[in-house]
Protein backbone atom coordinates (compact mmCIF):
# COMPACT_ATOMS: atom_id res chain seq x y z
CA UNK A 1 0.00 0.00 0.00
CA UNK A 2 2.69 2.36 0.98
CA UNK A 3 4.70 1.97 -2.76
CA UNK A 4 1.21 2.66 -4.10
CA UNK A 5 0.80 5.73 -2.36
CA UNK A 6 3.63 6.67 -3.21
CA UNK A 7 3.27 5.64 -6.86
CA UNK A 8 0.29 7.98 -6.95
CA UNK A 9 2.50 11.38 -5.79
CA UNK A 10 5.49 10.99 -7.58
CA UNK A 11 5.23 13.71 -10.97
CA UNK A 12 6.38 11.87 -14.07
CA UNK A 13 9.58 12.47 -15.22
CA UNK A 14 8.84 14.33 -18.39
CA UNK A 15 6.96 16.83 -16.02
CA UNK A 16 9.90 17.42 -14.14
CA UNK A 17 11.70 18.22 -17.23
CA UNK A 18 9.53 20.70 -18.59
CA UNK A 19 9.73 22.62 -14.93
CA UNK A 20 13.19 22.60 -15.32
CA UNK A 21 13.38 23.81 -18.64
CA UNK A 22 11.35 26.91 -16.84
CA UNK A 23 13.44 27.44 -14.20
CA UNK A 24 16.44 27.38 -16.62
CA UNK A 25 14.82 29.93 -19.11
CA UNK A 26 13.97 32.00 -16.07
CA UNK A 27 17.30 32.09 -14.92
CA UNK A 28 18.89 32.63 -18.37
CA UNK A 29 16.65 35.84 -18.89
CA UNK A 30 17.48 37.16 -15.17
CA UNK A 31 21.02 37.22 -16.11
CA UNK A 32 20.42 38.31 -19.75
CA UNK A 33 18.70 41.06 -18.51
CA UNK A 34 21.53 41.68 -15.40
CA UNK A 35 23.88 41.00 -18.36
CA UNK A 36 22.23 44.18 -20.34
CA UNK A 37 21.76 46.83 -17.40
CA UNK A 38 25.90 45.70 -16.86
CA UNK A 39 27.14 46.30 -20.75
CA UNK A 40 28.79 49.54 -21.20
CA UNK A 41 28.68 48.49 -25.08
CA UNK A 42 25.67 48.07 -27.23
CA UNK A 43 25.36 47.57 -31.31
CA UNK A 44 22.82 48.66 -33.86
CA UNK A 45 23.03 47.21 -37.27
CA UNK A 46 19.51 48.12 -39.54
CA UNK A 47 19.44 44.18 -40.27
CA UNK A 48 18.93 43.76 -36.41
CA UNK A 49 16.03 43.51 -34.03
CA UNK A 50 15.18 45.53 -31.07
CA UNK A 51 14.27 42.58 -29.56
CA UNK A 52 18.12 41.64 -29.83
CA UNK A 53 19.83 42.06 -26.33
CA UNK A 54 22.53 45.03 -28.42
CA UNK A 55 24.68 43.81 -26.30
CA UNK A 56 27.36 41.93 -28.96
CA UNK A 57 27.49 42.53 -32.70
CA UNK A 58 25.44 39.26 -33.36
CA UNK A 59 22.66 40.51 -31.33
CA UNK A 60 21.92 44.15 -32.45
CA UNK A 61 19.42 46.56 -31.99
CA UNK A 62 17.39 47.97 -35.24
CA UNK A 63 17.27 51.61 -34.16
CA UNK A 64 19.57 53.87 -32.71
CA UNK A 65 16.29 54.62 -30.02
CA UNK A 66 16.19 51.37 -28.64
CA UNK A 67 19.76 51.50 -27.55
CA UNK A 68 19.20 54.85 -26.38
CA UNK A 69 16.20 53.88 -23.96
CA UNK A 70 18.14 50.64 -22.91
CA UNK A 71 21.72 51.82 -21.94
CA UNK A 72 22.34 52.24 -18.55
CA UNK A 73 25.80 52.36 -17.29
CA UNK A 74 28.13 56.23 -17.67
CA UNK A 75 30.60 56.17 -20.05
CA UNK A 76 29.06 53.73 -22.32
CA UNK A 77 29.09 53.60 -25.90
CA UNK A 78 26.76 52.59 -28.67
CA UNK A 79 28.38 51.14 -32.48
CA UNK A 80 25.74 52.46 -34.93
CA UNK A 81 26.52 50.00 -38.67
CA UNK A 82 26.36 51.52 -41.24
CA UNK A 83 23.03 52.36 -42.84
CA UNK A 84 19.99 54.70 -42.59
CA UNK A 85 17.90 55.16 -39.97
CA UNK A 86 15.13 56.63 -40.52
CA UNK A 87 14.34 57.93 -36.82
CA UNK A 88 14.54 61.05 -34.72
CA UNK A 89 16.70 60.36 -31.60
CA UNK A 90 14.74 61.64 -28.56
CA UNK A 91 16.49 62.16 -25.59
CA UNK A 92 14.27 62.44 -22.22
CA UNK A 93 14.79 62.70 -18.71
CA UNK A 94 14.63 59.36 -18.06
CA UNK A 95 17.68 58.61 -20.60
CA UNK A 96 20.45 57.84 -18.98
CA UNK A 97 23.19 60.84 -18.66
CA UNK A 98 27.05 61.13 -18.13
CA UNK A 99 29.13 63.20 -16.86
CA UNK A 100 31.65 65.90 -18.14
CA UNK A 101 34.43 63.29 -16.94
CA UNK A 102 33.03 59.68 -18.44
CA UNK A 103 30.34 61.35 -21.30
CA UNK A 104 28.11 58.77 -23.20
CA UNK A 105 29.23 58.07 -26.76
CA UNK A 106 27.10 57.30 -29.92
CA UNK A 107 29.56 56.51 -32.93
CA UNK A 108 28.87 55.55 -36.28
CA UNK A 109 31.26 52.65 -36.73
CA UNK A 110 31.67 54.08 -40.45
CA UNK A 111 34.98 51.69 -41.63
CA UNK A 112 32.37 48.23 -39.55
CA UNK A 113 35.32 47.40 -37.34
CA UNK A 114 33.39 47.35 -34.03
CA UNK A 115 29.71 46.10 -35.86
CA UNK A 116 31.09 43.69 -38.55
CA UNK A 117 29.11 45.38 -41.22
CA UNK A 118 30.33 46.57 -44.46
CA UNK A 119 32.02 50.66 -44.67
CA UNK A 120 29.11 52.98 -45.30
CA UNK A 121 27.57 56.15 -43.51
CA UNK A 122 25.34 56.45 -40.73
CA UNK A 123 22.65 58.52 -41.99
CA UNK A 124 20.01 60.02 -39.43
CA UNK A 125 17.54 60.16 -41.82
CA UNK A 126 13.95 62.80 -41.82
CA UNK A 127 12.88 61.97 -44.94
CA UNK A 128 11.58 65.35 -45.59
CA UNK A 129 9.13 64.93 -42.81
CA UNK A 130 10.45 64.10 -39.28
CA UNK A 131 11.26 67.50 -37.89
CA UNK A 132 14.63 66.98 -35.82
CA UNK A 133 17.35 64.17 -35.94
CA UNK A 134 17.55 64.87 -32.75
CA UNK A 135 15.57 66.25 -30.15
CA UNK A 136 16.92 66.70 -26.54
CA UNK A 137 14.01 67.26 -24.02
CA UNK A 138 16.56 66.01 -21.61
CA UNK A 139 19.67 64.46 -20.54
CA UNK A 140 23.04 65.86 -20.76
CA UNK A 141 27.00 64.83 -21.46
CA UNK A 142 26.84 63.02 -24.47
CA UNK A 143 29.53 62.52 -27.87
CA UNK A 144 28.03 62.29 -30.83
CA UNK A 145 30.66 61.02 -33.89
CA UNK A 146 30.66 60.15 -37.32
CA UNK A 147 27.03 60.44 -37.72
CA UNK A 148 24.85 62.13 -40.55
CA UNK A 149 21.95 63.94 -40.20
CA UNK A 150 19.69 64.32 -43.44
CA UNK A 151 16.31 65.30 -44.58
CA UNK A 152 15.17 66.84 -41.46
CA UNK A 153 12.39 69.63 -41.79
CA UNK A 154 13.61 71.87 -39.11
CA UNK A 155 16.49 71.32 -37.37
CA UNK A 156 19.22 68.63 -37.24
CA UNK A 157 20.09 68.79 -33.98
CA UNK A 158 17.65 70.75 -31.58
CA UNK A 159 17.07 71.94 -28.32
CA UNK A 160 15.07 74.45 -26.08
CA UNK A 161 14.91 72.40 -22.63
CA UNK A 162 16.99 73.93 -20.17
CA UNK A 163 19.47 71.89 -18.33
CA UNK A 164 20.88 70.31 -20.98
CA UNK A 165 24.63 70.54 -20.92
CA UNK A 166 27.67 68.92 -22.18
CA UNK A 167 27.27 67.75 -25.67
CA UNK A 168 29.65 67.22 -28.27
CA UNK A 169 29.26 66.70 -32.06
CA UNK A 170 32.62 65.60 -33.77
CA UNK A 171 33.23 64.70 -37.21
CA UNK A 172 29.32 64.83 -38.03
CA UNK A 173 27.59 65.73 -40.88
CA UNK A 174 24.56 68.02 -41.04
CA UNK A 175 22.79 68.92 -44.26
CA UNK A 176 21.25 72.28 -42.96
CA UNK A 177 17.26 72.11 -43.22
CA UNK A 178 15.51 75.27 -45.18
CA UNK A 179 15.05 76.26 -41.33
CA UNK A 180 18.19 75.27 -38.60
CA UNK A 181 20.79 72.94 -39.00
CA UNK A 182 22.25 72.90 -35.10
CA UNK A 183 19.89 75.14 -32.84
CA UNK A 184 20.64 75.49 -29.10
CA UNK A 185 19.20 77.62 -27.39
CA UNK A 186 19.12 77.76 -22.98
CA UNK A 187 21.70 75.17 -23.32
CA UNK A 188 24.92 74.54 -21.31
CA UNK A 189 28.60 73.46 -22.04
CA UNK A 190 28.60 73.24 -26.25
CA UNK A 191 30.98 71.54 -28.42
CA UNK A 192 30.74 71.53 -32.47
CA UNK A 193 34.33 69.89 -33.35
CA UNK A 194 35.39 69.04 -37.06
CA UNK A 195 32.27 68.94 -38.08
CA UNK A 196 30.62 69.38 -41.85
CA UNK A 197 27.38 71.94 -42.54
CA UNK A 198 26.09 71.20 -46.38
CA UNK A 199 24.55 74.24 -47.41
CA UNK A 200 22.91 75.82 -50.80
CA UNK A 201 20.90 78.65 -51.15
CA UNK A 202 17.72 77.14 -49.92
CA UNK A 203 19.47 76.36 -46.73
CA UNK A 204 18.44 78.23 -43.26
CA UNK A 205 21.37 78.70 -40.80
CA UNK A 206 24.10 76.33 -39.99
CA UNK A 207 24.08 77.20 -36.45
CA UNK A 208 21.98 79.17 -34.00
CA UNK A 209 23.50 78.74 -29.74
CA UNK A 210 22.40 80.55 -27.25
CA UNK A 211 23.99 79.83 -23.95
CA UNK A 212 22.75 80.86 -20.79
CA UNK A 213 25.03 78.09 -18.48
CA UNK A 214 27.78 76.03 -18.34
CA UNK A 215 31.40 77.52 -18.54
CA UNK A 216 32.28 75.84 -21.96
CA UNK A 217 31.72 77.09 -25.73
CA UNK A 218 33.58 75.27 -28.41
CA UNK A 219 32.95 75.90 -32.22
CA UNK A 220 36.27 75.05 -34.02
CA UNK A 221 37.33 73.38 -36.92
CA UNK A 222 33.98 73.55 -38.79
CA UNK A 223 32.96 73.68 -42.56
CA UNK A 224 30.09 75.43 -43.23
CA UNK A 225 31.08 76.61 -46.82
CA UNK A 226 29.03 76.38 -49.75
CA UNK A 227 31.01 74.40 -52.58
CA UNK A 228 30.34 73.52 -56.21
CA UNK A 229 28.65 76.21 -58.32
CA UNK A 230 26.56 77.43 -54.62
CA UNK A 231 29.74 79.15 -54.20
CA UNK A 232 29.27 82.98 -53.95
CA UNK A 233 26.42 82.41 -55.33
CA UNK A 234 24.40 84.54 -52.90
CA UNK A 235 23.53 88.30 -52.81
CA UNK A 236 24.94 88.50 -49.48
CA UNK A 237 28.86 89.98 -50.18
CA UNK A 238 27.40 92.52 -52.72
CA UNK A 239 24.96 93.64 -49.34
CA UNK A 240 21.80 92.18 -51.64
CA UNK A 241 19.71 91.64 -47.96
CA UNK A 242 16.83 93.24 -46.48
CA UNK A 243 18.90 94.91 -43.53
CA UNK A 244 15.53 95.30 -41.30
CA UNK A 245 13.97 91.82 -41.25
CA UNK A 246 16.46 88.72 -41.34
CA UNK A 247 14.04 87.00 -42.64
CA UNK A 248 15.06 84.56 -45.65
CA UNK A 249 19.38 85.64 -44.49
CA UNK A 250 21.02 82.42 -43.86
CA UNK A 251 23.54 82.65 -40.73
CA UNK A 252 26.53 80.58 -40.81
CA UNK A 253 28.30 80.10 -37.13
CA UNK A 254 25.92 82.59 -35.04
CA UNK A 255 26.67 82.13 -31.04
CA UNK A 256 25.31 84.01 -27.65
CA UNK A 257 26.28 83.94 -24.57
CA UNK A 258 23.50 85.64 -22.01
CA UNK A 259 22.55 85.94 -18.74
CA UNK A 260 25.42 83.23 -17.65
CA UNK A 261 26.83 84.06 -14.31
CA UNK A 262 29.71 81.89 -14.68
CA UNK A 263 32.82 82.40 -16.20
CA UNK A 264 32.35 80.50 -19.36
CA UNK A 265 35.38 80.33 -22.03
CA UNK A 266 34.23 80.79 -25.46
CA UNK A 267 36.67 79.23 -28.54
CA UNK A 268 35.79 80.36 -32.12
CA UNK A 269 38.65 78.78 -34.39
CA UNK A 270 40.10 76.77 -37.67
CA UNK A 271 36.31 77.54 -39.00
CA UNK A 272 35.36 78.18 -43.13
CA UNK A 273 32.15 79.71 -43.78
CA UNK A 274 31.01 81.33 -46.67
CA UNK A 275 27.73 83.05 -48.79
CA UNK A 276 25.82 84.15 -45.07
CA UNK A 277 24.61 87.10 -43.54
CA UNK A 278 26.57 86.72 -40.56
CA UNK A 279 30.00 84.69 -41.20
CA UNK A 280 30.75 84.43 -37.72
CA UNK A 281 28.71 86.23 -35.00
CA UNK A 282 29.62 86.44 -30.91
CA UNK A 283 28.05 88.36 -28.57
CA UNK A 284 27.97 88.25 -24.74
CA UNK A 285 26.71 90.53 -22.27
CA UNK A 286 28.40 89.85 -19.25
CA UNK A 287 32.15 90.41 -18.40
CA UNK A 288 32.68 86.73 -17.29
CA UNK A 289 34.10 85.46 -20.51
CA UNK A 290 37.04 85.19 -22.34
CA UNK A 291 36.63 84.87 -25.88
CA UNK A 292 39.29 83.63 -28.30
CA UNK A 293 38.11 84.20 -32.17
CA UNK A 294 41.05 83.16 -34.37
CA UNK A 295 42.26 81.86 -37.55
CA UNK A 296 38.71 81.45 -39.20
CA UNK A 297 38.35 82.24 -42.79
CA UNK A 298 34.84 83.90 -43.64
CA UNK A 299 34.18 84.54 -47.48
CA UNK A 300 31.42 86.26 -49.50
CA UNK A 301 29.30 86.89 -46.26
CA UNK A 302 27.68 90.74 -45.58
CA UNK A 303 28.94 90.70 -42.03
CA UNK A 304 32.08 88.35 -41.89
CA UNK A 305 33.09 88.79 -38.64
CA UNK A 306 30.92 90.66 -35.78
CA UNK A 307 31.51 90.26 -32.00
CA UNK A 308 30.26 92.17 -29.28
CA UNK A 309 30.92 91.98 -25.71
CA UNK A 310 30.41 93.47 -22.52
CA UNK A 311 33.18 96.19 -21.35
CA UNK A 312 35.19 94.22 -18.92
CA UNK A 313 34.88 91.13 -21.07
CA UNK A 314 38.63 89.72 -21.99
CA UNK A 315 38.42 89.02 -26.03
CA UNK A 316 41.39 87.48 -28.55
CA UNK A 317 40.52 88.42 -32.23
CA UNK A 318 43.44 87.09 -34.60
CA UNK A 319 44.97 85.24 -37.57
CA UNK A 320 41.17 85.81 -39.21
CA UNK A 321 40.29 86.14 -42.67
CA UNK A 322 37.12 87.94 -43.88
CA UNK A 323 37.16 88.54 -48.07
CA UNK A 324 34.81 89.12 -50.18
CA UNK A 325 32.18 90.51 -47.84
CA UNK A 326 30.27 93.31 -47.95
CA UNK A 327 31.02 94.26 -44.41
CA UNK A 328 34.68 93.08 -43.42
CA UNK A 329 34.00 93.36 -39.83
CA UNK A 330 32.18 95.31 -36.76
CA UNK A 331 33.53 94.13 -33.54
CA UNK A 332 32.56 96.20 -30.46
CA UNK A 333 34.77 94.51 -27.64
CA UNK A 334 36.66 97.21 -25.46
CA UNK A 335 38.98 95.10 -24.22
CA UNK A 336 39.85 93.22 -26.86
CA UNK A 337 43.02 92.99 -29.13
CA UNK A 338 42.15 92.97 -32.98
CA UNK A 339 44.93 91.76 -34.86
CA UNK A 340 46.33 90.13 -38.34
CA UNK A 341 43.17 90.45 -39.77
CA UNK A 342 43.08 90.48 -43.55
CA UNK A 343 39.68 91.62 -45.19
CA UNK A 344 40.06 92.29 -49.18
CA UNK A 345 37.16 92.32 -51.51
CA UNK A 346 35.47 94.87 -49.62
CA UNK A 347 32.21 95.29 -51.06
CA UNK A 348 30.84 98.33 -49.26
CA UNK A 349 32.51 101.46 -50.62
CA UNK A 350 34.38 103.79 -49.28
CA UNK A 351 37.39 101.73 -48.04
CA UNK A 352 40.10 103.49 -48.27
CA UNK A 353 43.96 101.79 -47.84
CA UNK A 354 44.93 101.61 -44.32
CA UNK A 355 41.70 102.76 -42.87
CA UNK A 356 38.27 100.56 -42.17
CA UNK A 357 35.90 103.82 -42.57
CA UNK A 358 32.68 102.76 -44.18
CA UNK A 359 33.84 98.79 -44.22
CA UNK A 360 34.15 97.94 -40.67
CA UNK A 361 32.96 99.39 -37.44
CA UNK A 362 35.78 99.06 -35.03
CA UNK A 363 35.93 99.51 -31.10
CA UNK A 364 38.51 97.57 -29.46
CA UNK A 365 41.68 98.03 -26.99
CA UNK A 366 44.60 97.33 -29.23
CA UNK A 367 44.40 97.16 -33.22
CA UNK A 368 47.06 96.36 -35.24
CA UNK A 369 48.39 94.58 -37.97
CA UNK A 370 45.55 95.07 -40.58
CA UNK A 371 45.89 93.77 -44.06
CA UNK A 372 43.73 95.77 -46.41
CA UNK A 373 42.48 94.46 -49.70
CA UNK A 374 45.25 92.10 -50.77
CA UNK A 375 43.71 89.48 -51.91
CA UNK A 376 45.23 85.68 -51.28
CA UNK A 377 44.59 82.69 -53.94
CA UNK A 378 42.93 79.60 -52.14
CA UNK A 379 43.48 75.90 -53.42
CA UNK A 380 40.21 74.98 -54.11
CA UNK A 381 37.32 76.97 -52.39
CA UNK A 382 35.24 75.19 -54.50
CA UNK A 383 35.46 72.22 -52.72
CA UNK A 384 36.06 73.86 -49.34
CA UNK A 385 39.69 73.55 -49.58
CA UNK A 386 40.76 77.57 -48.50
CA UNK A 387 44.77 76.47 -48.48
CA UNK A 388 46.47 79.73 -49.17
CA UNK A 389 48.48 79.96 -51.99
CA UNK A 390 51.24 82.30 -53.01
CA UNK A 391 52.53 85.02 -50.85
CA UNK A 392 49.09 86.79 -49.30
CA UNK A 393 48.49 85.79 -45.73
CA UNK A 394 51.35 83.50 -45.32
CA UNK A 395 53.25 83.36 -42.65
CA UNK A 396 51.73 86.21 -41.18
CA UNK A 397 49.95 85.19 -38.36
CA UNK A 398 50.73 86.27 -34.22
CA UNK A 399 50.85 83.77 -31.80
CA UNK A 400 48.14 84.97 -29.65
CA UNK A 401 45.52 83.14 -29.73
CA UNK A 402 47.18 80.54 -32.31
CA UNK A 403 45.63 76.82 -32.56
CA UNK A 404 48.41 74.26 -32.59
CA UNK A 405 46.76 72.53 -35.87
CA UNK A 406 44.72 73.87 -38.49
CA UNK A 407 41.26 72.33 -39.40
CA UNK A 408 42.87 69.16 -41.34
CA UNK A 409 45.12 68.55 -38.33
CA UNK A 410 48.52 69.94 -39.81
CA UNK A 411 50.76 71.25 -36.95
CA UNK A 412 51.19 75.19 -36.81
CA UNK A 413 53.53 76.74 -37.54
CA UNK A 414 55.05 75.69 -40.85
CA UNK A 415 57.52 77.83 -42.98
CA UNK A 416 55.42 78.57 -45.86
CA UNK A 417 57.69 81.36 -47.19
CA UNK A 418 61.17 79.70 -47.46
CA UNK A 419 62.57 82.05 -45.49
CA UNK A 420 63.68 79.54 -42.56
CA UNK A 421 61.71 81.06 -40.11
CA UNK A 422 58.34 78.88 -39.26
CA UNK A 423 55.72 81.24 -38.91
CA UNK A 424 51.50 80.12 -38.70
CA UNK A 425 49.20 81.03 -41.73
CA UNK A 426 46.31 83.38 -41.49
CA UNK A 427 43.07 81.75 -41.82
CA UNK A 428 41.91 78.16 -41.35
CA UNK A 429 44.37 76.58 -42.93
CA UNK A 430 48.47 75.69 -42.89
CA UNK A 431 50.21 75.28 -46.16
CA UNK A 432 53.42 73.98 -46.91
CA UNK A 433 56.36 75.45 -48.09
CA UNK A 434 55.11 77.42 -51.47
CA UNK A 435 57.39 76.13 -53.41
CA UNK A 436 57.07 72.98 -53.08
CA UNK A 437 53.42 73.61 -53.61
CA UNK A 438 54.61 74.79 -57.07
CA UNK A 439 56.95 72.20 -58.10
CA UNK A 440 55.40 69.99 -60.64
CA UNK A 441 57.64 66.89 -62.31
CA UNK A 442 57.43 67.05 -65.88
CA UNK A 443 60.30 64.46 -66.68
CA UNK A 444 62.03 61.76 -64.77
CA UNK A 445 64.94 59.41 -65.11
CA UNK A 446 67.48 57.72 -62.99
CA UNK A 447 70.97 58.17 -63.67
CA UNK A 448 73.21 55.43 -63.26
CA UNK A 449 76.40 55.74 -61.05
CA UNK A 450 78.53 56.69 -63.85
CA UNK A 451 76.79 59.62 -65.07
CA UNK A 452 76.59 63.37 -64.14
Known amino acids: MLAASLALHTEP ?18 ALQQAIRNSRVFYVN ?21 ALDT ?21 RSTNRSGTAARPMRLVGDTQGLMTGAAPGSIIISGGGVRSYGIDFQGASNWRFEKLEFRGQAVANAWTTATRITGMTFAGCTFEVTPQWGVYFTNNGNLSLIGNTFLRTPASGHAMYI ?3 QGTVLNITENRVSMTGNDYLSTGY ?15 GIVAFVYNNTSRVTATIRNNVVSDAFLGVYFEANQPKITLVC ?6 GSYHGLYVSTAANAAATITNNITGDCYIAAHVNAPRALLSNHLAYGIGRTPCQPQTWSGCASIKVKTLRNIILDQTPEFEAPRIGDF ?31 GDQVAVADLGAFESPLQINRRLRVTHW ?5 DEQ
Not at 19 to 24: D, K, P, T
Not at 389 to 404: H, M, Y
Not at 445 to 449: A, F, L, N
Request: proline residues 8%; charged residues 15%.
Open 13 to 30: ASAQTARQLAAQARAQQR
Open 46 to 66: PLGSDANSGITPQSPHKTIQK
Open 71 to 91: VRQPQAVIYVAPGVYPETLTF
Open 210 to 212: YQT
Open 237 to 251: RQGLVDRNSYSGSAY
Open 294 to 299: SNNTVV
Open 387 to 417: ALVGTVGIDAAVANGLPATDLEGTPRPIDGD
Open 445 to 449: SEIGT
